[in-house]
């Protein structure tokens, strides 16, 4: 009896790795900070779920902090998501379920995870997110450069991603594809082609 109750207990010990190992978003080889590690509260109102059909890059619009852990930056982001919070134009935006993208490309390259991929995220433009997975980059690209870091994730990630949810390259964009916005920023959507050269190559 004693060794039936230890050998399910490992199994369930194995078994539980196995899931925490199913959930991860990302390549092996790039740093992953996973919901449960930086502290996401629960959503705060209720979300549409959705089927993936295309990875939509955003930026941040904030100027690049490396100063700041990715864990305060998350907390921070899902503090100002889950409220009523005053945009940089000094509009209201009404409070949000969640963070609004699916992944954030820290600084230095690690990636964290948003809010969950099975459901819709958000933006302050008119335009409707849905089958959108949304990978945002730390940093304002109108002003500022990609690190080398950001890029090599990106260039990891996104083909990744591609390739797990059958997106084509073509489905590869920025937000300023879809609304009036300059989002993702020069220097970033300059980087969209080679996204979806990689992607190509893969098939």
Known sequence: MKYTCLLQLLACSFLGCQQV???????ENVAYLPREEWGAKAPVLP???HQLTRI??????????????????MR????????????????MKKAWADIPYHLYIGVNGEVAQGRELKYVGDSNTPYDPAGHLLVVVEGNFETEE??????????IVVPALAERFQIAADSIG?????????C??????????????LVSAQR
Do not use: W
């Open 21 to 27: 190992a199913n959930k991860r978003l990302v390549p």
């Open 47 to 49: 979300m549409r779920e």
């Open 56 to 73: 939509t890059i955003h930026h941040t619009g904030t100027n690049q902090n490396p100063g700041r852990s990715l864990t305060e930056k």
């Open 76 to 91: 921070t982001l899902q503090n100002f998501s889950q409220k009523d919070s005053p945009l940089a134009s000094g509009k």
């Open 146 to 155: 990609t690190t080398p870091q950001q890029l090599e994730s990106l260039r």
């Open 174 to 182: 920025g937000h300023k594809d879809f609304a009036l916005t300059s």
């Open 184 to 197: 993702p920023g020069r220097g970033l959507y300059a980087e969209l082609p080679h996204l979806r050269e």
